[in-house]
Nanobody, 119 residues
């Protein structure tokens, strides 16, 4: 099993920046992809950005050019650097790890730090 612990959430003003971190532990060698999803009040959880073990990166159109996802396979971390934040970026941001353990696919969520963007 994989466990995820996030940090770095909090209130930020429009135009500001914030960096989220997520640490993976447990069966880390089974992880294929790590990334971030977000869920705003009253909406579904959606992909923000994800990166595979081979370095392939996928961004949601709404965050391209403003957000950067990076992954450190040595210390089993994934980061989300968010710049030029807008009120519509307000959401709970969830770290996610996906992989395959002994032939069984899995997906694990972190608890999700809140990121309110407001003046």
């Amino acid at each position: 099993q994989v466990q995820l612990v996030e940090s770095g959430g909090g209130l930020v003003r429009p135009g500001g920046s914030l960096k989220l971190s997520c640490a993976a532990s447990g069966s880390i060698f089974s992880i294929y992809a790590m990334g971030w999803y977000r869920q705003a009040p009253g909406t579904n959880r959606v992909l923000v950005a994800a990166v595979t073990s081979f370095g392939k990166i996928n961004y949601a159109d709404l965050v391209k050019g403003r957000f950067t996802v990076t992954r450190n396979n040595v210390n089993n971390m994934v980061y989300l650097e968010m710049n030029d934040l807008k009120p519509e970026d307000t959401a709970v941001y969830y770290c996610r790890a996906e992989g395959d353990e002994r032939g069984t696919a899995f997906g694990t969520w972190g608890e999700g730090p809140q990121v309110p963007v407001s003046s």
